[in-house]
């Protein structure tokens, strides 16, 4: 398998989004994007757990929240960012709170 097809391993291979050293942009190197590449992780761990307490497969929640199949396992992977609604969708579902809160305490 060439370098170009392979997967690369995001929360499923690592577990808690602490434990994912790279997410899906590896290279990035500015505090914003791996805010956001921690973020990610977090979110895809969170959906994950959450689908999977419920028994239900991608394919359910895909289906509950009104967004493909496609969308529901590059959220869980973190390979890719999806829109914000979608993120809401996913999250209503799941009865998971969205929040930005301050980095600073």
Known sequence: ??????RRP???TYGPAANWPEGPF???KDPATLL?????AEVATA???ER??????????????????TTVTRLEAG????????LVRVAN?????????????
């Open 26 to 28: 590896p290279a990035a």
């Open 36 to 40: 956001a590449i921690q973020t990610a």
């Open 79 to 86: 390979s890719g960012w999806v829109d914000f609604q979608v």
């Open 1 to 6: 398998m060439s370098s170009s097809n392979r």
């Open 52 to 69: 999977a307490a419920r028994f239900w497969s991608q394919e359910k929640l895909a289906d509950e929240a009104k967004v493909s199949r």
């Open 47 to 49: 959906v994950r757990v």
């Open 93 to 105: 579902v799941l009865e998971l709170k969205v929040a930005l809160v301050p980095l600073r305490q």
């Open 10 to 12: 995001g929360p499923a």
